[in-house]
């Protein structure tokens, strides 16, 4: 199911890039009926490239995708909005993405507390540090 996301991340980030060629002159795409700016070019080129190394990072087991993961979701819906017609329907990638973006933070951050403060003992091993008593 995770290679099944991982591919679905990734060819939700390539799809941006259709985007940014046309924003950024590089290319003409007929599919895209609506004008794309430079400046909106590099906002698709950004989502892309947050999304694919979302993706990424999912492979090589990082700890944190889900933060450049919902980086990539924000830019990428931000876009999306401004090209509606032509990209609505990648308004439901982002509700699938948003989900594991989610899903990623609730399992990663359940049960994390705050560290215990520790200093070191005259003897060098590390210990906690307790209030003091008061008799």
């Known amino acids: 199911m ?3 996301f991982e591919g679905f ?3 939700h980030a390539l ?3 259709f985007g940014a060629s046309k924003g950024l002159g590089i290319s003409t795409v007929p599919q895209l009926s609506q004008q794309i700016t430079p400046v909106l070019g590099v906002l698709w080129l950004s989502a892309a490239v947050l999304l694919l190394t979302a993706a ?3 492979i090589a087991k990082a700890q944190q995708w889900w933060v450049v993961g919902a980086a990539g979701v924000i830019i990428s819906q931000s876009v999306i ?3 509606w017609v032509d990209a609505a329907y990648g308004t439901v990638a982002n509700v699938i993405v948003l989900a594991g973006v989610i899903y990623a ?4 951050t359940k049960g994390h507390s705050t560290p215990k403060p520790h200093t070191v003992s005259v003897t060098g091993r590390p210990h906690a540090i307790t209030p003091a008593r008061k008799d």
């Open 56 to 58: 990424i990072c999912i």
């Open 15 to 17: 799809i941006h890039l």
């Open 2 to 4: 995770k290679w099944i």
């Open 81 to 83: 909005i401004t090209s």
């Open 9 to 11: 991340l990734g060819l």
């Open 105 to 108: 933070f609730i399992t990663q």
